[in-house]
């Protein structure tokens, strides 16, 4: 008898914690992101190549690598870091840079993000004290329209 009640309790238990969990999506675990960039008046083309990073102590994001091309491009290529929102179903924060031929560093930030990994919205870049002479210049900017090559899917 002891031993129902206790695998009944054990059922009910694991039941109620994989409620919550189940409303939160599952992220993919390699994101390509392909768009535009727009920079001192020119359209640029730029794909970033992502993966999923998540731990125990560790807030998911997507760090990897980024190539622009165009004439109008801040960088040609360079690191790059997505970090979703707390609900894991949109991208509000991006930190993109490179090191030559000069060091900057860029920062998209929208707080309304469109939904299912998007990007839209504005941008802005800078030069990194040191190695750059000081003081910080705006180097570029401009808008970033960004379509994920996968998204958050149910669990």
Do not use: K
Not at 28 to 56: F, K, Q, S, Y
């Amino acid at each position: 008898m002891n031993r129902i009640r206790l695998a009944a309790l054990t059922v009910v238990l694991l039941s109620s914690l994989a409620s919550p969990a189940s409303s939160i999506p599952r992220l993919p675990h390699r994101v390509v992101w392909r768009g535009t960039i727009t920079a001192a008046g020119e359209t640029n083309m730029l794909v970033a190549r992502t993966r999923l990073v998540e731990g125990r102590d560790i807030e998911p994001h997507y760090p990897g690598r980024f190539r622009c091309r165009g004439s109008g491009c801040p960088a040609r290529r360079g690191h790059i870091e997505f970090i979703p929102t707390d609900s894991r179903d949109r991208i509000y924060e991006i930190f993109f840079g490179a090191r030559r031929p000069r060091a900057i560093y860029c920062v998209y930030d929208n707080n309304s993000a469109p939904a299912v990994f998007a990007i839209d919205g504005d941008f802005a870049c800078h030069t990194v004290v040191p190695p750059e002479p000081p003081p910080v210049q705006v180097v570029a900017t401009g808008t970033l329209a960004l379509a994920p090559s996968r998204v958050p899917q149910p669990r």
